[in-house]
């Protein structure tokens, strides 16, 4: 169908009111990455690259760990999962540098159902005390995600620590809307079976202990490339680092030496066989 031009005041102006004899190129142009706006480029993600978070971030306080989240630290305005094999061991040895981060500045740290009760000397260590300290006691799962669910919302905290072991993936993914409006960043402690689930959290993690004290920590969800090894931390427990000896802050060398001892070129040691004594009749 052929387009039809009018015209509006005297030919000498010649000032078109619509004209739509061919169609307009300036989509096809856009589309091209070195056309596209600023502001669109700049939030363009490709699967290939190293996801930037939009929002804040905190340092986690180990830079090997930095290099492997995008941002470079933990995210706010969104959720983090941290699996572990086995619940109230390492958390707070993972992120306790960053909620030191967050205490020095006059934030809050807001506990939701931990299986054990906080450790407050232990937790001076980390550098949280008690004026920063907010627990929560919520056993039955339902409170557990309803107080979760009303802090997020609140957002009166400087960061958010809850443990869900039961949470489903409907549950995860309405905390991960209520948290894009959290200026803190916010926690979930859950089992390492729900590696298997699906989750809208934008970044999972899975951590384990190591050896000499260290923590192991795969990234297997982020906004990046897949992150196949694992990340070392140099992690002694607070409070403990003055008092051992360095023979015991490398427990691997000691049980080398002692495997050493029981090994001899070649193979094992055989043990040696009693030797008979002549007797008379």
Do not use: Y
């Not at 959290?182 to 298997?196: D, I, M, S, T, Y």
Request: glycine share 8%; proline share 10%.
């Amino acid at each position: 169908m052929a387009a039809v031009l009018e015209w509006v005041g005297d030919d000498d102006e010649g000032v078109a009111a619509q004209a739509f004899s061919r169609p307009s190129t300036t989509r096809s142009r856009r589309s091209q990455p070195g056309e596209l706006p600023p502001e669109i480029e700049a939030a363009l993600w490709r699967g290939t690259d190293m996801g930037h978070h939009t929002g804040t971030v905190v340092a986690s306080g180990f830079r090997d760990l930095d290099r492997e989240l995008p941002g470079g630290g933990w995210p706010c305005q969104a959720l983090t999962e941290v699996l572990s094999p086995q619940p109230s061991v390492l958390e707070w040895r993972l992120i306790g540098p960053a909620l030191r981060t967050i205490v020095a500045s006059g934030g809050h740290v807001v506990v939701v159902g931990p299986p054990k009760r906080p450790h407050l000397p232990g937790l001076h260590h980390v550098g949280i005390d008690d004026k920063h300290l907010v627990w929560v006691q919520a056993e039955a799962p339902a409170e557990r995600l309803w107080c979760t669910e009303q802090l997020v919302k609140s957002n009166a905290f400087g960061a958010l620590v809850s443990w869900l072991p039961q949470a489903r993936p409907e549950q995860i993914r309405r905390l991960q809307v209520c948290a894009q409006a959290c200026e803190g960043p916010v926690f979930l402690f859950r089992p390492a079976a729900a590696q298997h689930e699906s989750s809208a959290a934008p970044l999972r993690v899975m951590a384990t202990f190591g050896l000499d004290w260290a923590l192991q920590v795969q990234v297997f969800k982020r906004r990046g490339p897949v992150h196949d090894g694992l990340v070392h931390l140099p992690s002694i427990p607070g409070g403990l680092a003055s008092v051992l000896t360095p023979r015991l802050l490398k427990p691997s060398h000691l049980l080398s030496t002692r495997e050493l001892a029981t090994h001899v070129v070649g193979g094992p040691v055989a043990p040696a066989r009693p030797r008979r004594h002549a007797t008379t009749p």
